[in-house]
């Protein structure tokens, strides 16, 4: 596990002169690896600088788009942390605070309360946000579950492939 953590901070301090990097700027970082095939013979490593990417990031799918995360992740595979694991049986209830009309997030939560914090934050920004909910989500559409109380920001996240979200599961609750 040392060997992991030091390929990463390698490679995010190398891409900014030696220093560490600020936390909006590593999905880029992570990306580039990525795609010049620095994680190509450890997915330990990768899974990693995903989870670091990921949680250090104020907002992960804005530094990156759904793709680029996407296939990460699919490399990957399912994330409990920074471990690679199998897919849960089954998901609980999600929760999303979502700014705007066109649902297309990858951050939910299991816990109400916090995706009540992020709505009341979204609108405190001046955002049209809404309180999502989904139950009974295939857990093939599960990425990764963020939970670590160090470095997931003390959060219950469940990062979604949005491809597998049926839309007319999704309801509104506020």
């Given at each position: 596990?040392?060997?992991?953590?030091?390929?990463?901070?390698?490679?995010?301090?190398?891409?900014?002169?030696?220093?560490?990097?600020?936390?909006?700027?590593?999905?880029?970082?992570?990306?580039?690896?990525f795609?010049?095939?620095?994680?190509?013979?450890?997915?330990?490593?990768?899974?990693?600088?995903?989870?670091?990417?990921?949680?250090?990031?104020?907002?992960?799918?804005?530094?990156?788009?759904l793709?680029?995360?996407?296939?990460?992740?699919?490399?990957?595979?399912?994330?409990?942390?920074?471990?690679?694991?199998?897919?849960?049986?089954?998901?609980?209830?999600?929760?999303?605070?979502?700014?705007?009309?066109e649902?297309?997030?990858?951050?939910?939560?299991?816990?109400?309360?916090?995706?009540?914090?992020?709505?009341?934050?979204?609108?405190?920004?001046?955002?049209?946000?809404?309180?999502?909910?989904?139950?009974?989500?295939?857990?093939?559409?599960?990425?990764?579950?963020?939970?670590?109380?160090?470095?997931?920001?003390?959060?219950?996240?469940?990062?979604?492939?949005?491809?597998?979200?049926?839309d007319?599961?999704?309801?509104?609750?506020?």
């Amino acid at each position: 596990m040392e060997e992991t953590v030091e390929l990463w901070e390698s490679i995010a301090r190398s891409a900014k002169g030696g220093i560490w990097p600020g936390r909006n700027e590593l999905p880029v970082i992570l990306m580039d690896a990525f795609n010049e095939g620095e994680f190509h013979d450890d997915l330990d490593q990768l899974a990693i600088a995903i989870e670091d990417a990921w949680t250090g990031c104020e907002w992960p799918a804005r530094a990156l788009d759904l793709f680029e995360w996407g296939a990460m992740f699919e490399a990957v595979g399912y994330l409990e942390n920074t471990t690679r694991s199998p897919r849960p049986s089954s998901v609980p209830v999600l929760y999303r605070a979502q700014a705007g009309r066109e649902v297309s997030g990858m951050s939910w939560t299991d816990d109400l309360d916090q995706a009540r914090w992020f709505h009341n934050r979204n609108k405190e920004f001046g955002f049209d946000s809404r309180l999502l909910r989904i139950e009974g989500l295939n857990p093939r559409a599960l990425y990764a579950h963020f939970h670590d109380p160090v470095n997931s920001r003390g959060e219950h996240e469940w990062v979604v492939d949005f491809e597998y979200v049926p839309d007319d599961e999704i309801v509104e609750i506020a």
